[in-house]
């Protein structure tokens, strides 16, 4: 069996393509927090059940594991600068962002292509990262654009022929 080390993994996952998603929360003092993410996937049609997946070291873990709801939306291609503001770790994220308090209680970003409310169903744990299972209460849809895809490293967009 031939061995690999973390980069050859990483780069080995990167030919994979993924869709990118912002999740948000709200935190202590209710804060509106948000991070990217393009570990997103559905489970099941019924009952309606997403996951998503997140870096135990990630500064937004604590609220993410210990929160009753979160919203994920699905990206754009125009919204290359929200998923790259939503992925560093400095600043208020929300500041120049669209976004209303949405029925589950979390941020909902008003741009985006859709976006799912959900109610924290269960966390497992999977190595250095936290799996979110998410039941969908609430489907919001605000954009038909192409979707904001990552590959190889890169953002990406849709080639229509």
Known sequence: MKRFDQA?????LGKFATGITVVTTTGKN???LGVTVNSFTSVSLEPPLVLWCLDLNANCYDEFANCDSFAIHV???????TSRNFAENNGDKFA????????????????????????????????????????????E????????IYHGGAYRFLQNK
């Open 96 to 139: 120049d962002i669209d976004w209303k308090t949405g029925d589950s209680g979390s941020p909902v970003l008003q741009d985006c292509a859709v976006c799912l409310q959900c109610k924290t169903e269960q966390i497992y744990s999977g190595g250095d990262h936290s799996i979110l299972l998410g039941r969908v209460e609430i489907i």
């Open 30 to 32: 209710n804060t509106p």
């Open 141 to 148: 849809s605000f954009n038909d654009a192409d979707p904001l």
């Open 75 to 81: 990206l754009h291609k125009s919204q290359e600068a």
């Open 8 to 12: 050859e993994f990483r780069q080995a």
